[in-house]
């Protein structure tokens, strides 16, 4: 699929795809790199832009546990709506994994899903823990297109955040946006005292993201782990985090285990030699000693982080 886009693009492109990502209880890590936090429980619009006469249009909301509720991507006027708990709707269908369409596909991606769309160069990547949606990746392999909306942002002006946010809201009705507050945390200063060579000038801004993404969500562990989990897997340090955080590992089944990078794509006795490549690294699930294990189905993987 890669191989598609770079024969049309620069490879440079290819290796880094623009990348906008939502995570915990409101981080966006914007097109642009610049991460910010916003605590809203409004519907919102994470990009839309229009790219060779296709709209795309992706909007989320989160609810009271901070976790997004759903997403909503629409591609070419298709609409594809993920629920809390992993269930995916295309055209108000429910479908099930895989699932190849003309316009997109949809398959299990690692521990994620992914949505990638045949008519954009654009992937959309996802982890549901059940009763909510902890991370969410949206990368496109193109260039910004300058009309861009939403919080991802766009790539020409240095905007106002407030207004940025303002703008991106959907809809106010039963909605509440809240000013972020910080918690006193021992776990984000202890976190990121591990990861300062790693993050260097940008380590005390990422401990008030820390601090203002788990205030009030103490207890709602899979907002916290879910930021630990992004900023570890960027500093890809072995540095034993899960026993700080105490964020336990996603639980395989059957005899599987869990591997926190790994190939995507895991290889089965009906697809033994499924194609990988370099890109295709995420939080996987392996078989031991590298054997193929038979073809499980999507809803009998429980979803722990
Ligand atoms: C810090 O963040 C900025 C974006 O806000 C980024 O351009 C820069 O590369 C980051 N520095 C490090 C060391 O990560
Ligand atoms: C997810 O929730 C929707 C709506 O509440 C429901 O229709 C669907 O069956 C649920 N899926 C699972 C796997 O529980
Ligand atoms: C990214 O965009 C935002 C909003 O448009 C802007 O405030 C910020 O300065 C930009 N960051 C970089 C590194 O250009």
Redesign the pocket.
């Known amino acids: 699929m890669w191989i598609y886009y770079c024969s049309r693009l620069l490879t440079l492109l290819c290796l880094f795809p623009d990348v906008c990502k939502t995570f915990g209880s409101g981080v966006v890590q914007m097109f642009n790199?610049?991460?910010f936090y916003v605590r809203s429980t409004c519907p919102f619009t994470l990009t839309r832009f229009t790219h060779n006469r296709v709209d795309c249009d992706i909007t989320m909301r989160r609810g009271k546990n901070g976790l997004l509720e759903y997403i909503e991507i629409n591609v070419n006027k298709i609409q594809t709506r993920i629920l809390y708990n992993g269930t995916i709707f295309v055209e108000q269908r429910m479908v099930s994994l895989p699932y190849d369409h003309t316009y997109q596909h949809v398959f299990q991606y690692g521990i994620n899903t992914k949505l990638r769309s045949t008519v954009l160069p654009l992937s959309v990547i996802w982890s549901s823990v059940g009763m909510g949606i902890d991370s969410l990746w949206v990368q496109l392999e193109q260039e910004l297109v300058l009309g861009m909306t939403g919080l991802c942002g766009r790539p020409d002006i240095a905007d106002d955040r407030q207004r940025l946010i303002a703008e991106s809201i959907l809809s106010e009705d039963g909605c509440q946006t809240m000013d972020s507050l910080h918690t006193k945390s021992t776990v984000c200063q202890k976190f990121f005292s591990n990861y300062i060579e790693c993050?260097?000038?940008?380590t005390s801004?990422y401990i008030t993201l820390c601090k203002e993404n788990i205030d009030g969500y103490e207890k709602e562990h899979y907002v916290g782990c879910a930021f630990y989990k992004e900023i570890a897997h960027r500093c890809q340090t072995s540095y034993a985090w899960r026993t700080l955080t105490h964020c336990p590992e996603f639980s395989c089944p059957g005899e599987l285990h869990f591997e926190e990078q790994g190939d995507a794509f895991v290889p089965t006795c009906s697809n033994p030699a499924p194609r990988t490549n370099d890109q295709d690294i995420t939080s996987t699930c392996v078989c031991p000693q590298g054997r193929p294990y038979t073809v499980i189905r999507r809803n009998t993987v429980s979803s722990v982080v």
């Open positions: 790199g610049t991460v993050l260097q000038a940008n801004k």
